[in-house]
């Protein structure tokens, strides 16, 4: 369980906004970038799938709205990052967004 104020919420914090800021990238943007960021999202949410539990679930439904040859990389919500976030941080995930 991660605590208010701590730097572990930090981190989760930073990690959320990283996780909404990849997630919802344009692929007119730049097309390498794109693919670049989708494998990256992929398998962070892989890592976090395999830990099981909730955050895998919510892993799980972003990880559905992927698409390579959408707009943008996934669908994924500010709620839906956190629950990622916190279990990155808890599990001592590698994270490399």
Known sequence: MITKGTEEYKRAGEIANEIVKRSSYERWNANTMFKLYFELIGAL???????????????????????PYGFKIANCSSKQAWIIACSIVENNINYNL
């Open 45 to 67: 949410l892989n890592n976090v799938i395999e830990k099981g539990g909730f955050a895998a679930q919510v892993a799980e439904s972003v990880e559905k709205s992927m698409n």
